[in-house]
């Protein structure tokens, strides 16, 4: 037992399994407020109060949602592909779990999982995956309009990765490394230019060629994560519900889950990619506050997304695809070639 | 290579956690079923044909695409984190490849490859 | 500053890789003058595409004296890669003029055709210039992923679209086995490169090694798919037939040419110790091939089926080139290529002639009453016919004469040059058929008519000229083939 705990790969593995249990218990427990958040901020955007009746200003509501799922009766229509049926709600949360093994949410050790090389080459494939959940779930249905949902979304999904993928290299092009945390070290201090250091921190949005990656990033992120409003995939008004269709009971909470967790998944990345990571003032001093820095930044963008959701409405398709297609993705071609450029000059000159 | 036994207990745990949730639900949740319930969703209508049916080739058109400049980008990445240490060389190189790749989806442009309707 | 030593090119090195660089920017050009207007007779696409290769062909004539390895010993400029790039060249520029009017008749003409067209030769050009199997494989897949969209272009008729199907599904498994092989020989030798993995096998004999006996032979059913050769013909007629005429004189030459350049050059630097062991192997797939071809060939009534047949059936005799092995052979298997292709273009840009319209007269029948008719085109298609059937005095005749002379020097091939001179006897049979067509059938039904264009006329011109004077003077082209593969060596 003794030479087992001195075991390199076993402690490891120890603390690894340690925060992914407080990763996993703590996300369920944000995505469910997170839908809570987003019910009241949309009863307020509204003029409404948003759900007040499960509990002290309805914060039970979750709990009671929970619960109803969990119990909801639930099929599966007949002539669906049964294997893939269930395959698909698993895909859906799989991926974001999976991400959060890289995301440093603090300085290290404490506050990260795990460091590799290829973080951020993790979160593209990751998120790639997530295809994979919409399209085999729209599929497998049996359903027309889940089929069509599904590969709407899929087309979207795949349409806008591009843009998004492009927009992180002008981040790489910076940092020199895929490592999240080397990202977010690149990030530190304050910001230098015209040969002084301004009172600016060091974040990656204050370099002008990162500002519009990061614009394209939040663009991208609304469609990767099908929200509002890139929400086709679910446009009630023509496809049902789109993709989940069919899905009922814990499958549909899944999605649903899934859903959230992208959401914060991606709002995570870009905090880690523009917005300095988990650094702030004090963190020098006081290290959980790194933590704290963090969540902060995460949730300031995740009210924004709700935010966005309850204020646009949704796109037409072909406005939808030839925005990714037309607008974004050469921006962001052109943005590299800029970015590389301007760099070379700066590193040189 | 240890810092990936991490990322190897997250995708168990994600895999586990969806199996688990799905297994747990299918103890636990009532069924009732009947022929009408299973029935394909179609707005409360009986369903119409097949749900498998053949779709617009746009969307292999948009799936070829997405591959064409998927690999660009996977290009990118190792240029864009050893940029500092290719130079020059490395720069020229990597805008011409841009600009050919450009001009491939000028091309598509023009050939309206990329219009919904 | 950088810590990665940055390349310089010699001005020779540009020129070198001239021919790369040209038929890019011309790809690339013909891509993007889409957006402008075009008058409606115009054909920018070819004149852009005859500069081109004429650029190529001058940047590489040049320096044609010169030895230069690029890109870290994966792409060569030696004179072997100067001779195949001539012939593209030149492959190119009959392609072009041969399908000037074809495609205008046919209402195919579209600037893309001539963007494939430049990126297929590009494909070969890099095949022959490769000297690693990467490169082997890049080139054969640029100019095999251009074909498959060619033989297609005839968007509109069914059997365009069958080719383009079969090719591409065929082609597809025939890469997968290059690449495996590839793999394998990595595996075997530890190196993509020939020169290393010559090196290699030179030092320690691994003939009988499992992995790189599978490994060259699946290479080489990579190759013989690209060249047709038995057993991996099977998609050829089919391919010939469907494709629009000028594309199948493209890669009836072009293709088989390259898939054979790579061929010898894999051979020659890399496997040569392994091919000794060979010989036997490839006399009988050569025998096969040549027999399968020229047998099949004779029950064919369209025109563009026979020639697949008969290319099938000249494959075959370029393998008993290979079989021979050696500087020898390999110059004799070269000279056959050039050859080859100026005779195999000339017949197709007959060929390209015969209809109005979108019509395509290419039956056997269809010939019939033609040779008094319009009798220099009977002429011409019966001068390429007498040196696909090699007879004196074509040049056809001298491709054959030398590599049965090569042959016959090694004892142990005696047999498959007697089979190949018996098969040369049967193949007179079918293309005298043509010849028996043209001048003593009465013609039945409406005659065909003849769509007349300068390009193709050009064109016939061209490679009448170079089928008659690589018949009587073939000691020129005879050196320039031993050079390419001495220079090689």
Redesign the interface.
């Known amino acids: 037992m003794a030479a087992l705990m001195q075991n390199?790969?076993f402690q490891?593995?120890l603390?690894?399994?340690v925060?992914?249990g407080i990763i996993?218990g703590v996300m369920l427990g944000v995505v469910s407020y997170l839908i809570y958040a987003e019910r009241k901020i949309c009863g307020h955007i509204q003029a409404r109060t948003g759900p007040n009746r499960v509990g002290p200003l309805g914060l039970l509501q979750p709990i009671a949602d929970v619960g109803k799922l969990?119990?909801?009766?639930?099929?599966?229509?007949?002539?669906a592909n049964k294997v893939v049926f269930?395959i698909a709600?698993?895909?859906?949360?799989?991926?974001?779990?999976?991400t959060?093994?890289?995301i440093p949410m603090g300085p290290a050790p404490m506050f990260v999982?795990?460091?590799?090389?290829v973080g951020l080459?993790?979160f593209l494939a990751m998120s790639s995956l997530g295809v994979y959940a919409i399209t085999l779930g729209g599929?497998s249905?049996?359903?027309?309009?889940?089929?069509?949902g599904g590969?709407r979304s899929?087309?979207q999904m795949?349409?806008y990765?591009?843009a998004l993928?492009?927009s992180t290299?002008?981040v790489?092009?910076r940092s020199?490394?895929?490592s999240l945390s080397g990202i977010v070290d690149s990030q530190a201090g304050n910001l230098k230019a015209f040969g002084t250091t301004l009172p600016l921190p060091n974040w990656g949005i204050f370099h002008w060629y990162l500002v519009l990656p990061f614009f394209i990033f939040l663009i991208c992120s609304f469609a990767e994560t099908n929200r509002a409003p890139f929400d086709l995939p679910e446009a009630e008004g023509e496809l049902?519900a789109g993709f989940h269709?069919?899905y009922s009971?814990?499958?549909w909470?899944?999605f649903f889950l899934g859903e959230y967790m992208n959401m914060i998944v991606i709002c995570s990345i870009m905090v880690t990619l523009y917005l300095g990571g988990w650094h702030g003032p004090g963190v020098d001093k006081f290290a959980p506050l790194g933590l704290v820095w963090f969540l902060t930044k995460l949730f300031a963008l995740l009210f924004f997304f709700i935010w966005v959701r309850w204020t646009y409405p949704r796109l037409r398709?072909?406005q939808l695809?030839?925005f990714g297609?037309?607008v974004l993705?050469?921006a962001s071609?052109v943005n590299?070639?800029i970015a590389?450029?301007w760099?070379?000059w700066r590193?040189?000159a | 290579m240890?810092?990936?036994?991490?990322?190897l207990?997250?995708?168990l745990?994600?895999?586990g956690?969806?199996?688990v949730?799905?297994g747990?639900?299918?103890i636990?949740?009532?069924?009732?079923?009947n022929?009408v319930?299973?029935?394909?969703?179609?707005?409360g209508v009986e369903p119409v044909g097949n749900?498998?049916?053949r779709?617009s080739v746009?969307?292999y058109l948009?799936?070829v695409?997405?591959i064409l400049?998927?690999i660009e980008?996977v290009f990118?990445?190792p240029w864009?984190?050893?940029?500092?240490?290719?130079?020059?060389?490395?720069?020229i190189e990597?805008?011409l490849f841009?600009l050919?790749?450009?001009?491939?989806?000028?091309?598509l442009?023009?050939?309206r490859a990329?219009?919904?309707? | 500053?950088?810590?990665?030593p940055?390349?310089t090119f010699l001005a020779l090195d540009w020129w070198a890789l001239g021919p790369v660089l040209a038929l890019?920017a011309g790809t690339?050009l013909l891509?993007?003058l889409?957006?402008l207007p075009q008058r409606a007779n115009g054909n920018r696409g070819g004149i852009v595409s005859l500069l081109t290769f004429l650029a190529s062909g001058y940047a590489v004539w040049r320096v044609a004296g010169e030895k230069r390895e690029l890109f870290g010993g994966m792409f060569v400029h030696d004179p072997m890669t100067v001779f195949f790039t001539l012939l593209f060249c030149a492959v190119g520029v009959l392609a072009t003029l041969m399908s000037w009017d074809y495609l205008k008749r046919t209402k195919i003409n579209q600037a893309e055709y001539y963007a494939l067209l430049l990126s297929s030769v590009l494909g070969m050009v890099v095949m022959a210039a490769s000297n690693d199997l990467v490169t082997v494989f890049l080139g054969l897949e640029l100019m095999s992923l251009a074909l498959y969209v060619m033989v297609g272009f005839r968007r509109s008729q069914l059997e365009s679209n069958e080719a383009s199907l079969k090719y591409f599904l065929l082609g597809a498994f025939a890469s997968g086995f290059l690449l495996y092989g590839i793999a394998l020989l990595y595996g075997a030798t530890g190196s993509s490169n020939l020169a290393m993995i010559g090196a290699f096998l030179a030092d320690t004999p691994l003939a009988t090694n499992p992995m790189l006996l599978m490994g060259s032979l699946l290479v080489f059913v990579g190759f013989a798919f690209k060249v047709a050769a038995a057993p991996f013909h099977m998609w050829t007629p089919d391919v010939y037939e469907g494709a629009p005429t000028s594309v199948t004189g493209f890669m009836s030459a072009g293709a088989k040419a390259a898939g054979f350049a790579a061929l010898l050059r894999v051979a020659l630097r890399a496997l040569g110790p392994v091919m000794v062991d060979w010989t036997q192997l490839l006399a009988v797939i050569a025998f096969l091939t040549m027999t399968v071809g020229n047998v099949t060939a004779l029950l064919q009534g369209n025109l563009k089926r026979m020639l697949a047949y008969s290319s099938i059936a000249h494959a075959g005799y370029i393998l008993v080139a290979v079989a021979a092995g050696g500087p020898e052979g390999a110059s004799a298997a070269v000279f056959y290529l050039a050859t080859y292709s100026f005779m195999n273009i000339g017949a197709f840009a007959v060929l390209t002639m015969l209809g109005k319209g979108r019509e395509e007269r290419v039956l056997m029948s269809d010939l019939a009453g033609l040779g008094f008719r319009e009798p220099l085109l009977g002429l011409a298609l019966t001068a390429f016919m007498l040196s696909l059937a090699g007879i004196p005095p074509m040049a056809g005749f001298m491709g054959k004469l030398y590599i049965f002379g090569e042959a016959v020097k090694h004892p142990q091939l005696l047999w498959v040059v007697v089979a190949g001179v018996l098969n040369s006897v049967v193949s007179v049979y079918y293309y005298l058929r043509v010849t028996v067509s043209l001048y003593m059938k009465e013609p039945e039904g409406e005659p065909v008519g003849i769509s007349w264009g300068a390009p193709a006329v050009l064109a016939i011109v061209i490679t009448l000229a170079a089928t008659l004077w690589f018949g009587l003077q073939a000691q020129g082209l005879w050196i320039q083939a031993q050079n390419s593969v001495m220079g090689l060596l």
């Open positions: 390199e790969a490891v593995a603390w690894a399994m925060k992914v996993l969990l119990f909801k009766e639930e099929f599966i229509p007949a002539g269930h709600p698993i895909l859906a949360v799989f991926p974001a779990i999976v959060f093994s890289v999982v795990t460091d590799i090389n080459l993790l599929w249905s049996n359903n027309k309009y889940a089929l069509l590969l899929s087309a795949i349409s990765e591009l993928g492009l290299i002008p790489l092009l020199g490394t895929l049902v269709t069919e009971s814990m499958k909470a899944l398709y072909d695809m030839g297609w037309k993705l050469p071609i590299v070639v590389a450029v760099l070379y590193a040189n | 240890l810092a990936y036994l991490p990322v207990l997250f995708v745990v994600g895999l956690f969806g199996a949730t799905i747990l639900s299918t636990i949740v009532p069924r009732r079923e022929a319930k299973n029935s394909a969703y179609e707005c749900a498998r049916g779709f746009k969307f948009v799936a695409l997405f400049f998927d980008a990118l990445y864009a984190v050893s940029f500092h240490q290719l130079g020059l060389y490395g720069l990597m805008v841009i050919i790749l450009l001009a491939g989806y000028f091309y442009l023009k050939k990329l219009e919904w309707e | 500053m950088s810590i990665v940055q390349p890019t690339i891509l993007l889409e957006f």
